[in-house]
């Protein structure tokens, strides 16, 4: 099994910017595809950004440019730098690992966007 623990989240003013980190223990495997999703009040889960155990990044189109996912193999972690926040970024983010068929999420970090 893997653990995977959030921090960072919290409240902001449209414009500003946070950054979600995301620390993996337990069995962690350097192939894993690791990403960012996040669910507002009312809706559905969705993916916000993820990366592939080569490096490559893909964002939802509503937070390209704005958003940033890193990835640390070494420090076993996965980092989500958001710029440029707007009110319906407002959402608990969670952290998501998905090994083939298998998937880990953590336990979520809520974002506040408002003035």
């Known amino acids: 099994q893997m653990q995977l623990v959030e921090s960072g989240g919290g409240w902001v003013q449209p414009g500003g910017s946070l950054r979600l980190s995301c620390a993996r223990s337990?069995?962690?495997?350097?192939?894993?595809?690791l990403g960012w999703y996040r669910q507002a009040p009312g809706k559905q889960r969705e993916p916000v950004a993820t990366?592939?155990?080569?490096?490559?990044?893909t964002y939802a189109d509503s937070v390209k440019g704005r958003f940033t996912i890193s990835r640390d193999n070494t420090k076993n972690t996965v980092t989500l730098q958001m710029n440029s926040l707007k009110p319906e970024d407002t959402a608990v983010y969670y952290c998501?690992?998905?090994?083939?068929?298998?998937?880990?999420w953590g336990q979520g970090t809520q974002v506040t966007v408002s003035s």
């Open positions: 998501h690992a998905q090994r083939f068929d298998n998937q880990f």
């Open positions: 337990g069995s962690v495997w350097p192939y894993d595809i």
């Open positions: 990366m592939s155990p080569s490096g490559v990044p």
